[in-house]
């Protein structure tokens, strides 16, 4: 179509915020190797920020302060917009992009709090102007690439595969994605239809919390919410979930097990990420799509991907 060889001629380029869990040996490890696979795949060049530090998205309101924690952030954005100017902040975590994006907005709307951000910056010779946007990947996705030019990269469509799309909290609230709904949004079961497999828009599980660090300090709480998760799906007729939320798929992957032994259930649903359902699709190997990180195989996926 028109449309494709548009998109085609264009490359996109953006500062990459990669965070902490995508690093080699960390939870989602697998979510970096597949984002690198996709990206590859969709001309998109990805500009790492030099000396990244951690969103402090967890630890950072367990009782450091609301200015270190938006510190942070500020260090992330003004080293962004230092060595990748005019280039915008993308970042493939869930909590990293809503922690700094939640900075950036503060920042803009209380000149106290950005003057004293930048107080600290200064002390490293660093200095933050808070003009670049914050954007998660699935905007880029949705809104950069769209799903017409999406499909039109489909070599391998992932047929006859019934993927329940779980958004989780962090991408829906309080930013989202805008034109999505909070209580309904539709990107994921767009984005697995634009792959030729089957969605469920009517998941009804697909903004329920699963619990995210509850799942260490109360953990009958995280997954009593995560059975749910998982049962919804199963009602379904699911084959897998798929998330963009590095901390939803490890809760809602790993505690399977757990849940099984406490509440005689047999879970083993897979939970992959958007990014190895769009490096299958587009031809790419088990591998390459980061399959093999998975805990729970995801074997359709791979059925696919060995064709």
Not at 152 to 174: D, H, M, S
Not at 256 to 284: C, H, W
Request: glycine share 8%.
């Amino acid at each position: 179509s028109a449309a494709s060889d548009v998109y085609k001629r264009q490359k996109y380029e953006y500062s990459y915020y990669p965070g902490c869990s995508s690093q080699s040996g960390a939870s989602s490890s697998n979510l970096m190797r597949s984002v690198e696979t996709m990206c590859d795949e969709l001309d998109v060049k990805l500009n790492a920020i030099p000396d990244w530090n951690c969103c402090s998205a967890s630890i950072g309101y367990g009782g450091g302060g609301v200015l270190p924690r938006m510190a942070l952030s500020a260090r992330n954005i003004a080293l962004s917009e230092q060595h990748n100017p005019n280039q915008e902040i993308v970042a493939t975590c869930a909590a990293c992009w809503l922690s700094t994006k939640e900075a950036s907005e503060r920042f803009k709307e209380d000149e106290s709090l950005f003057k004293e951000a930048n107080a600290a910056l200064a002390e490293a010779n660093l200095k933050l102007t808070n003009q670049t946007p914050i954007r998660h990947m699935a905007e880029v996705l949705v809104q950069d690439i769209g799903f017409d030019n999406l499909k039109a990269g489909v070599k391998k469509p992932l047929e006859g595969i019934k993927i329940a799309g779980y958004v989780g909290c962090q991408t829906n609230r309080p930013f989202g994605i805008d034109g999505e709904s909070f209580e309904n949004p539709m990107y994921l079961d767009n984005l697995v239809d634009s792959l030729g497999g089957d969605s469920i828009p009517t998941y009804e599980k697909k903004v329920q919390c699963c619990g995210g660090a509850l799942a260490f300090s109360e953990p009958e709480k995280s997954q009593e919410m995560i059975a749910g998760i998982i049962e919804a799906a199963y009602d379904h007729g699911a084959d897998m979930i798929a998330t963009p939320c590095p901390l939803c798929q490890a809760n809602v992957e790993i505690y399977q097990d757990e849940i099984n032994a406490k509440k005689g259930t047999k879970f083993n649903m897979p939970v992959v990420y958007y990014s190895q359902l769009i490096s299958v699709a587009y031809g790419r190997s088990a591998a390459d799509a980061a399959l093999d990180g998975q805990v729970i195989p995801a074997s359709k996926l791979e059925d696919i991907a060995g064709k």
